[in-house]
C-alpha cells in the first residue's frame, strides 16, 4: 500500500538553530515527491518538487534533498516567520492516473 | 500571478441541508483536485478531474458528487450534510503536459455544519 510518513509530528526550535524534517515513502511508482508550507487556515504552498534519487532543491533558507525511501526538508538558521506546518506528498501513478499521498505534517514552531 | 480561486471562503450549514463549493483552477490548468482537511490532519483526497473527465476517486461519501466544467472550473455538491463533514475544502490545479506535476492549492473554503 502506498504510504507517505512524516516526522517529527511536531518540532520547536529557537530561532537560528537548524535542523530537517524527514519524510518517508513506499509507493508502486514514484512520479515525484512534492514539500509544502502550510499555515493556519490557510491552503498549502508550494515549496519544491524533486523527482529522483540524489535530487536537491534550495530555497532561501530551505534545502529538500531526495534518496530512493525518503525526502529531508534542511532548515538552516530558521526564522519565527518559516513557523508552520510542513506537508510532504508523493506522486504515484496508479491506473493510468496521478495520485497524490499526503503526510500528516510535521508542525513546526521557531521561538524568537 | 494568478492562483486557484475558490468561493464561498467560508460556508455554514446545518445538519441535512445542501452546500456547493466552487473551484476555478489556473488559466491553462485543465486538472482539478478536491481534498478535505480536518483539524490537524493532512489533506485527504476526494476526487479530481482531467480534461472535464473523473481521472481519479479518493474517499469521497456517496452523498457528495462533483464536476467539471467546459472552462475547467468545478463544483463540489454536498448533501445531507453532516457534522463531520465540517472542516476545511481545498481544490488544487495542475498544468496540463507532461513535466507539470506540481498542484496549486486555492485558499480553501471552510464549511461548518451545525
Known amino acids: 500500500e502506498d504510504q507517505v510518513t512524516q516526522s517529527p509530528e511536531a518540532l520547536r526550535l529557537q530561532e537560528g538553530e537548524s535542523s530537517s524534517l524527514n519524510c518517508s515513502y513506499t509507493?508502486?511508482?514514484?512520479?515525484?515527491l512534492f514539500w509544502y508550507r502550510q499555515d493556519p487556515g490557510k491552503g498549502p504552498e508550494f515549496l519544491f518538487t524533486?523527482?529522483?534519487a540524489g535530487e536537491e532543491k534550495e530555497k532561501e533558507r530551505l534545502k529538500a534533498t531526495l534518496t530512493k525511501k525518503e525526502s529531508f526538508l534542511h532548515i538552516t538558521a530558521p526564522k519565527p516567520e518559516d513557523s508552520a506546518t510542513y506537508l510532504c506528498?508523493?506522486?504515484?501513478?496508479?491506473?493510468?492516473?496521478?495520485?497524490?499521498?499526503f503526510g500528516t505534517g510535521t508542525r513546526l514552531k521557531v521561538l524568537a | 500571478a494568478a492562483g486557484v480561486i475558490q468561493s464561498p471562503r467560508h460556508l455554514i450549514k446545518e445538519k441535512r441541508e445542501t452546500a456547493t463549493l466552487k473551484c476555478y483552477p489556473i488559466?491553462?490548468?485543465?486538472?482539478v483536485y478536491w481534498y478535505q482537511q480536518g483539524p490537524g490532519q493532512d489533506p485527504q483526497f476526494l476526487i479530481s478531474?482531467?480534461?472535464?473527465?473523473?481521472?481519479d476517486k479518493g474517499s469521497i461519501p456517496d452523498r457528495f458528487s462533483a464536476q467539471q466544467f467546459s472552462d475547467y472550473h468545478s463544483e463540489l455538491n454536498m448533501s445531507s450534510l453532516e457534522l463531520g463533514d465540517s472542516a476545511l475544502y481545498f481544490c488544487?490545479?495542475?498544468?496540463?503536459?507532461?513535466?507539470?506535476?506540481?498542484?496549486?492549492f486555492g485558499p480553501g473554503t471552510r464549511l461548518t455544519v451545525l
Open positions: 488544487a490545479s495542475r498544468e496540463a503536459g507532461e513535466g507539470y506535476n506540481e498542484q496549486f
Open positions: 509507493v508502486s511508482g514514484l512520479r515525484g
Open positions: 524533486l523527482y529522483s
Open positions: 506528498a508523493v506522486q504515484a501513478i496508479g491506473s493510468g492516473t496521478y495520485k497524490y499521498i
Open positions: 488559466p491553462r490548468h485543465d486538472t
Open positions: 478531474f482531467y480534461e472535464k473527465m473523473q481521472s
